[in-house]
């Protein structure tokens, strides 16, 4: 499956954005779909996950409260929402899908099968 995010940019604390994550070549619903980030010198770390029906949704402590990941299956597309950005937001944003249905591993890294090519996120003080 081929990854298309986009929707990053320069924002101001206190602003928001949306990313978005476009799949093709293979059947989007059979995917958990995650959004991970990676900011200069570090990690790269996953930030939140969604199960292939949506019903489920997982993210990292410091996220919640301020993004939702969401996902569209008739659009082939997952989403996140990200509001009351902090400067230690900023991070290239990537979009992963992972073939396993476990939960066990969903915040892994090294659980996901297929990445895009990332997209920037700035968020100035």
């Known amino acids: 499956v081929q990854l298309q995010a986009s929707g990053g940019g320069l924002v101001q604390a206190g602003g928001s954005l949306r990313l978005s994550c476009v799949a093709s070549g293979r059947t989007f619903s059979s995917f958990t779909m995650g959004w991970f980030r990676q900011a200069p010198g570090k990690e790269r770390e996953f930030v939140a996950a969604?199960?292939?029906?949506?019903?489920?949704?997982y993210y990292v402590d410091y996220v919640k409260g301020r993004f939702t990941i969401s996902r569209d299956n008739a659009k082939n597309t997952v989403y996140l929402q990200m509001n009351s950005l902090r400067p230690e937001d900023t991070a290239v944003y990537y979009c992963a899908a992972r073939l396993s249905t476990r939960v066990l591993g969903i915040r892994r890294v090294d659980e996901y099968d297929y990445w895009g090519q990332g997209t920037l996120v700035t968020v100035s003080s």
């Open positions: 969604i199960t292939r029906s949506g019903g489920s949704t």
